[in-house]
């Protein structure tokens, strides 16, 4: 399955990276950024495997990774688009 990320969702990986590096160093960036990535592409895999999220809109799905939530749905049989990645705390606007 292909894997399409949103405009919005590459701003938030860009802020995720950024505040990373900030407060615990460049090393850690690297790191959560590969992990986060290799959570992203078991999507590939296993695109039923977020919690369905209808409550926020019809047929988007959420897949946490430690303290982000991963908001996706799919496009079509063969992919699916990355909507945004917003920590956990924040309020969630898709």
């Known amino acids: 399955m292909r894997i399409k990320i949103s405009p919005l969702a590459?701003?938030?990986i860009k802020a995720i990276a950024r505040y990373t590096e900030q407060r615990w160093g460049?090393?850690?960036r690297q790191?959560?950024?590969?992990?986060?990535?290799s959570r992203i592409m078991q999507l590939a895999d296993f695109?039923?495997?977020?919690v369905a999220c209808d409550e926020i809109?019809?047929?988007?799905r959420k897949l946490s990774f430690?303290?982000?939530l991963i908001f996706y749905r799919r496009l079509n049989v063969e992919s699916l688009l990355i909507v945004r990645i917003l920590h956990q705390s924040m309020d969630v606007k898709l």
């Open 26 to 28: 460049r090393s850690k």
């Open 66 to 68: 430690n303290q982000h």
């Open 57 to 60: 809109l019809p047929n988007y």
């Open 47 to 50: 695109p039923e495997s977020g």
């Open 31 to 37: 790191s959560y950024l590969k992990a986060f990535d």
């Open 10 to 12: 590459k701003n938030d």
